[in-house]
Nanobody, 123 residues
Framework: QVQLTESGGGLVQAGGSLSLSCAAS????????MGWFRQTPGKEREFVAG????????YYADSVKDRFTISRSTAQNTGYLQMNNLKSEDTAVYYC????????????????WGQGTQVTVSA
């Protein structure tokens, strides 16, 4: 069982930046991916960004492209999401997830989920 622990959420003004981290309790497989999803009350959880663990190739939702950057440290089994130029519509609970790369990146199906961290962007 892998535990994912997110950190770095909080309150920021529109136009500001936040950085999220997701630490895995054990080694992430090179065939896996790590991703970030977000959810607001009454809405479906949506894909934000993902990264193939082995190659480091990133994937982004159109809504965050050019504003968010996903990265990872294979040595520390940790993924990161740098969020710049935040907008009020980015307000959500952000979840870290990991699992087989294609299933996570293209179907949103993860093997493991973190507990979520709140990101609030004030106008």
């Amino acid at each position: 069982q892998v535990q994912l622990t997110e950190s770095g959420g909080g309150l920021v003004q529109a136009g500001g930046s936040l950085s999220l981290s997701c630490a895995a309790s054990s080694r992430v497989l090179s065939s896996d991916a790590m991703g970030w999803f977000r959810q607001t009350p009454g809405k479906e959880r949506e894909f934000v960004a993902g990264i193939r663990w082995g190659t480091g190739r990133p994937y982004y939702a159109d809504s965050v492209k050019d504003r968010f950057t996903i990265s990872r440290s294979t040595a520390q089994n940790t993924g990161y999401l740098q969020m710049n130029n935040l907008k009020s519509e980015d307000t959500a609970v952000y979840y870290c997830a990991s699992g087989e790369a294609s299933r996570l990146l293209f179907s949103g199906i993860a093997k493991y989920w973190g507990q979520g961290t709140q990101v609030t962007v004030s106008a």
